[in-house]
């Protein structure tokens, strides 16, 4: 790019920064037309109140025109917005790159300095830009590998040894820019000059690449009538990595979720390849390379590789320098071309997967001659680097990971020519520990590097607590969470099913956001989940991208209303609200065509032999007792599902359809409590009942009775909580705003089962699929319930009515056994977060709040003469107004910056 940013000489009142573009710093390739900017203001720590007036943003062509810049001047506008700020300037054209900067206005209408310069490139927005043509191995063909009977079997043939594919060309002037726009699938590498391009791994994101017509004769039957299918594709600058005279691109590719040869999905096809480099001249000229049948190909080392069932290497078979310019081709084979795949390219504006944490070995255990057990200490998905170690030509070693699910094997033979590396290309493995068997000699510490693999996403939250268990039960799911973030989706499990299961991620969809930057993450996981609905019916389906395996209910598919809202309440973003209401509306709409006269909601989707398919029509999952009944799950999703898209029209300023889904909501729940409600027991019932009935609200009349029995049904559980994951999401928040807020800490601190406490007593290092042993051992869903951590626990809350922490509620409910609670995130507009104190006869409340939004501060008090601000009375503090007294809080408005109160006794 041509946005190298300088540095700052900004030492005003606010200084904008952490720009970005489409959710990306610097993005690479962006094919939106009117691409989305953001930036943070700090302002200087002892300052309060500051908020952003106004706004300018420049955007050129490059960083010398930005003085005088020939895309956009936006001129002063006047407005706080900072995030998602639409680009309006010259239409941008394929390939276009955008060098942008921005300065603001503070409050006292002072001008910043401009921001150090930021950048995206446009990709390939016509389908006519693209010249280069789809190639592969010429020993394969176009059909996928076939797929076992079970979902247990372990195919006897896993497909030819991954190919390598390369192109000469050759460069003789100099070079003014070079930018390569890439994709294989399953997976790919790009290679030039004998070196690979980028960091990335596992590339591109998985996606709804085409069409399946074994789709309609899967395990869960569904028609391939999706709204969207896509391929993605990624850009890579690479002028640096040429050189004058001859050169030489190089691709490897792997099979990935496109022929995975697995009962667990369904393939598309052969790998295939699609590569076209773009060489731009100091003369102005252009020269383009792309893929076609002048490629070659040839046997990589690859045996095998299967996102299922690991990776086989024979380092006999290298061949150095198989991707430099001299190297000597001419034994390779000509490529075949490809059938494009169905799907729409798009532009990779999506982070990859990378290589996010190198753990040495905590210990090894000799087992027996050449067999060792080597333990990494916590439980990664991923893959063990082999590290300059040494073995007779043909010796073969056997890597076998620990986790308790299988998740394939990864075996190497070494070449025997001296000191050799490696680690898998093409899939991922799950593991604490490994075994390593005919290991030649004595296998030492320095010899193995496990790589845990995900996702990129960045965490940027701290919560923390004067109790470990809570820390660890929080670091345990955090750990859980990223092993199974693969391809820009959330799995249920990373070594099973490895699926982006929609019910799994709307449960913890919340807790991912009060942890992680998941801003981008989510913008491409909700595409592909909007991009799964069948257009005609409304259904969205138990996954996404769809694998035809993945069992789930109305819980699933809510997805598409839950994750939305809750996006755009933590960041603010409406364009989240707009890209996915018509998709709210039309589940909403499958919903009501399972909804009998009485209101009550039932499904009963039958299978392709027209019987009742459990896998459809699921209510909640896997509680440590009975499950609740599934018409009364199905009905609260309804009612849930009604609520938000009313919310959503009301954002969107829709009010005539946001009064039909309030009635709607309404009809729903008053329905749920007429066929629910045990007068007799004054109860929904445990197990979750009485919780989903409080989180839609009761009749008053009931109130007292209900909180009652939820209160009981928690003494027969010994304080534990009896839910499955819908009902856990749920559990903890339920109890705090009802008055059993000890409660929560209570059933929060167990350490017996069923709880997160009793994983961790069983030596888990990440969270479970049961309460119990059973099952998958590294499963994040029911890390749903830990948001009581954050917003109730802690106290920071985002305020739907003005989201995106732009009016950010304080309210601590703090119990007498923690002596010390924080937690920070950064928001929108910069970090903010709170940290409380029990100390004798003190109680200490320190916040911050971000540059342009405020805050309303619950303090826990009897009364305001108790509390003091900064060592002054409150009224006072500057930037402090006191509101009023409510339920044992007194009640301050308080603009940016950095407060803390203190309630004497």
């Not at 041509?2 to 710093?25: F, H, I, M, R, W």
């Not at 090894?364 to 063990?384: A, N, P, Q």
């Amino acid at each position: 790019m041509t946005c190298a940013p300088v540095k700052s000489k900004n030492d005003g009142p606010l200084v904008p920064g952490q720009l970005t573009c489409e959710y990306l710093e610097n993005p690479s390739v962006v094919d939106h037309s009117q691409p989305r900017l953001s930036w943070i203001n700090i302002a200087r720590e002892d300052l309060r109140g500051q908020t952003q007036t106004a706004w300018q943003v420049r955007v050129a062509s490059s960083k010398k025109l930005l003085e005088e810049p020939d895309l956009w001047d936006s001129d002063k506008q006047l407005s706080m917005q900072s995030t998602r700020v639409k680009y309006r300037g010259k239409t941008l054209e394929s390939r276009q790159e955008c060098c942008w900067q921005v300065r603001v206005w503070d409050r006292d209408g002072v001008v910043s300095e401009w921001s150090d310069p930021a950048s995206w490139r446009m990709g390939l927005l016509n389908p006519d830009d693209w010249k280069a043509e789809w190639i592969g191995a010429p020993w394969q063909g176009e059909e996928e590998l076939p797929i076992p009977e079970s979902r247990t079997m372990i195919p006897d043939y896993k497909g030819p040894p991954a190919p390598l594919l390369r192109k000469p060309f050759h460069v003789e002037k100099e070079v003014e820019s070079a930018v390569v726009f890439v994709s294989g699938l399953g997976y790919f590498e790009l290679w030039l000059n004998g070196e690979k391009v980028g960091d990335d791994v596992l590339v591109p994101n998985q996606t709804n690449y085409g069409k399946r017509s074994e789709l309609v004769d899967g395990f869960i039957s569904l028609p391939d009538e999706f709204r969207e299918y896509k391929v993605m594709y990624l850009a890579y600058d690479v002028k640096d990595q040429l050189i004058s005279g001859e050169n030489a691109l190089g691709g490897i590719l792997g099979n990935g979720f496109y022929n995975p040869a697995s009962a667990w999905t369904v393939g598309y096809g052969t790998p295939r390849f699609l590569c076209q480099l773009h060489i731009t001249y100091t003369d102005g000229t252009e020269e383009v390379v792309v893929s076609d049948d002048s490629w070659k190909a040839s046997r990589s080392p690859i045996l095998m590789n299967m996102v299922y069932y690991g990776e086989n290497y024979d380092a006999r078979m290298e061949q150095p320098g198989w991707s430099a310019a001299e190297f000597d081709d001419t034994g390779w084979e000509a490529v075949s071309l490809r059938e494009a795949p169905y799907g729409t390219l798009m532009a990779h504006t999506a982070y990859p997967d990378r290589v996010t944490e190198e753990l040495e070995p905590v210990s090894i255990e000799k087992m027996g001659e050449g067999h060792y057990k080597v333990d990494f200490g916590v439980e990664i998905s991923g893959w063990v680097r082999l590290n300059e170690v040494e073995g007779p030509e043909g010796h073969t070693i056997t890597i076998t990971p620990n986790a308790n699910l299988y998740s394939g094997k990864n075996v190497y033979t070494f070449k025997g020519e001296g000191p050799e590396s490696y680690a898998p290309r093409f899939n991922w493995f799950v593991f604490s520990g490994v075994e390593v068997s005919n290991w030649p000699g004595e296998l030492k510490p320095e010899h193995l590097t496990a790589e845990a693999v995900n996702t990129y996403i960045e965490p940027t939250a701290n919560f923390e607590t004067s109790n470990e268990l809570f820390n660890e039960i929080n670091k345990i799911w955090r750990r859980s969470q990223m092993d199974n973030m693969h391809g820009g989706l959330a799995s249920d499990c990373p070594h099973r099913e490895r699926s982006g299961y929609t019910g799994d991620g709307q449960i913890a969809c919340n807790t991912v956001l009060h942890n992680f930057d998941a801003k981008n993450f989510y913008q491409k996981w909700i595409g592909d989940m909007r991009g799964a609905q069948i257009m005609e019916t409304g259904y969205v389906p138990n996954g996404a991208p769809w694998q035809p395996s993945c069992g789930g209910g109305p819980a699933w598919g809510a997805a598409i209303c839950v994750m939305p809202w809750e996006y755009y309440v933590q960041y603010g973003s409406g364009d989240m609200l707009e890209d996915n209401y018509e998709g709210m509306k039309g589940y909403v709409r499958y919903m009501l065509s399972w909804t009998g006269e009485d209101g009550i909601t039932l499904s009963k989707r039958t299978d392709k032999n027209g019987k009742w398919l459990k896998w459809f029509n699921l209510g909640d999952w896997l509680p440590p007792g009975e499950l609740i009944p599934d018409a009364l799950v199905h009905t609260f999703i309804l009612w849930y599902c009604a609520d938000i898209t009313g919310r959503t029209a009301s954002a969107l300023g829709i009010e005539d359809e946001a009064e039909e889904y309030r009635i709607l909501a309404d009809r729903t729940k008053k329905a749920f409590s007429r066929r629910f409600y045990n007068e007799k027991a004054g109860s929904y019932g445990d197990a979750g009942g009485n919780i989903l009935a409080l989180k839609m609200g009761i009749p008053e009349e009931q109130y007292e009775r209900v909180v009652a029995a939820l209160k009981a049904g928690l003494e027969t559980s010994g304080g534990h909580l009896d839910t499955g994951i819908l009902g856990t999401r749920f559990f903890f928040e339920v109890l705090a705003e009802h008055g059993l807020n000890q409660e929560a800490y209570e059933a929060m601190n167990k350490r017996t089962e069923p709880s997160y406490g009793h994983w961790i007593e069983l030596g888990s290092t990440t969270s479970r699929e049961n309460w119990n042993e059973n099952g998958s051992h590294n499963h994040p869903m029911f890390g749903g319930g830990l948001v009581w951590f954050y917003r109730n626990l802690a106290g920071m809350q985002a305020d739907p009515q003005q989201p995106g922490y732009r009016h950010i509620i304080f309210k601590p409910q703090a119990v007498k056994e923690l002596d010390y609670v924080t937690y920070t995130n950064n928001t929108p507009y910069g970090e903010g977060g709170i940290t409380w104190r029990n100390q004798e006869g003190v109680f200490l409340m320190d916040i911050t709040v971000p540059v342009s939004s405020f805050a309303t501060v619950h303090v826990p008090a009897k009364d305001p003469s108790q509390i003091t601000e900064g060592g002054v009375a409150t009224d006072q503090a500057k930037g402090v107004t006191f509101k009023e007294m409510k339920d044992g809080y007194a009640l301050f408005k308080v603009e940016s910056g950095s407060y803390q109160f203190r309630v004497s006794e």
